[in-house]
């Protein structure tokens, strides 16, 4: 006999990403019954609450991948999703900035890449441009890019979870529930959470830091391990803030995921600066000197985190000198606004990239979804998965819809 399941489909992460597929599948088939389950008090505690709040516009993205494709269609419909539904954003525009000859090379490869992927209004600028856009900025060549804004990515994430819930009587957004453990049945799953085990016919794992560990309890072999990488910010006092209009970036340095520490102009007026990207003794962990033993030993255990460093030492210890000395943090920023002083910067927040890195060190740049059995793990969403969330969310239920066979 069948057992009688809680919900149809739950999905673990109370996320942008975990809420956006939640939503998306719940608007495609009305019929089911899904459940988001989210271990902290409050949604978007991790990632999604901890970033920049920038809206990426694609341009950075490797032609033809996924992380393009769906920044490119995720910005778009945030952008309607937040007119639709009132939620603070700008399409302010941001500058990427070359202050040396040497980058010239890396910045002419993002503007190609930005022609490639098709994004709108993306233009070449000199000196007297930069200047023009953001008078405080130095810089030899830069790129404009229009359609870049910023937005309350929390705010996103709480008006999905009220529309997954008003979508029918049987949605469920349930905070405080920790999912600890998986039973597995032949037709069903129960999940043990800290309040009680639930029965599901489907699972969607998008546990963001805890992923790799949650598709772990749920018997999957996963290739690649979640390694923490803490982003450091600081943020600009309110008389230094009139240095910076919008959003200002460096070029990227192409051996990295990460886009450099950039200004941005966040929605309440304030400017950040940051983020670093530093090696986390804690997953979770938004101090400086956080530790977690477990969350070490999964990381230190791991040859592919060592090979890793082996490759990148230099870049990593760079960054780690920059965390904790400010004058390092302000000299990379006078790179940009030189006229920056050490009493214009105050620290601020702290954010931590659940990073996927493979046995052979490499950082993973693409998003990973694997499929098992009656579950799909998300099992690396790094930035630009906030910009593109929405069209993750409409992959995910493509995925689900032909996997778990589900009727519209
Ligand atoms: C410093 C920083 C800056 C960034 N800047 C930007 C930016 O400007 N623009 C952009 O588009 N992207 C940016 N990103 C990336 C973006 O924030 C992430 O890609 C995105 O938020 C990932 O969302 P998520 O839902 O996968 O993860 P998360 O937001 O981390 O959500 C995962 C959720 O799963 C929950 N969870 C974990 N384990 C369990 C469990 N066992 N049971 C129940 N719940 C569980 C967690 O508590 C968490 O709430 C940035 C990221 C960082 C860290």
Redesign the pocket.
Known sequence: MKQQVDFDIVV???????LASAYKIGRYHPGLSIAV????EQ??????????????SGLYYGPGSNKAKTCVEGREELVAFAKEHNIPHKICGKIIVATGKKELPNLERVFRNGQENKIEGVEKIGPEQIKEIEPFCHGIAGIRVPCTGIID?TAVAKKLAELIEAESAGNKVLTS????AFEKHDFYTKLITNKGALAAKYIIN?????CDR?AKMDGVKASVRIIPFR?DYYELTEEAAEKVRALIYPVPDPAFPFLGVHFTRMIDGSVECG?NAVFSFKREGYGKTDFNLRDCWDSLSYLGLWKMFMKNWKYGLDEYARAFCKKLFLQRLQRLVPSLQDEDIKPSKA????QAVGPKGELIDDFKVKRQANSIH?LN?????????LAIGEYIDEIATQYFKLKS
Not at 12 to 18: L, P, S
Not at 177 to 180: A, K, L, Y
Not at 206 to 210: A, D, F, M, N, S
Not at 382 to 389: I, K, N
């Open positions: 673990i992460g109370g996320g942008i990403v975990g389950l989210e271990k902290e949604l978007a505690s991790h990632q999604t609450g901890h970033n920049s709040g920038v809206i990426h990515f529930h920790e999912v600890v998008c546990g963001g830091l805890q949650i982003g983020p954010g931590v990239r659940a998300v969403a790094p930035s630009p998965a906030a910009t593109a969330a």
